[in-house]
């Protein structure tokens, strides 16, 4: 990033209560969409029973962003700390794990 550019910018002050920053563990995600926007619902799910940890609405533009964004960081991450080993996904029934 030149110098000029790093004038131009502003600051985006992001606020968020402890709760939101402390996060939430997911083992499951699933993805739904309409021609208007994609639905990723993250989940906590442990047989026979789960939560719906959180629900985020974006845009299709936003959705092919983050795709390429996780792509990135994941080229990174693996430059850092090596190739991540894809694990075998879960049997499951209407996307949910089955054990």
């Given amino acids: ?58 845009s299709p533009a936003h959705a092919k962003r983050l795709l390429v964004s996780l792509q990135k960081n994941i080229d990174m991450y693996e430059k850092k700390f090596g190739v991540i080993k894809e694990a075998q996904g879960p049997d499951t029934v209407n996307g949910f794990p089955v054990r």
């Fill in 1 to 58: 990033m030149t110098q000029e550019n790093k004038k131009n910018q502003k600051q985006l002050q992001i606020k968020a209560n402890d709760e939101v920053l402390a996060g939430n563990y997911a083992n499951a995600v699933q993805i739904v969409h309409t021609e208007e926007e994609f639905v990723l619902d993250f989940m906590s799910v442990f047989p026979p029973a789960g939560t719906l940890n959180n629900r985020s609405i974006i």
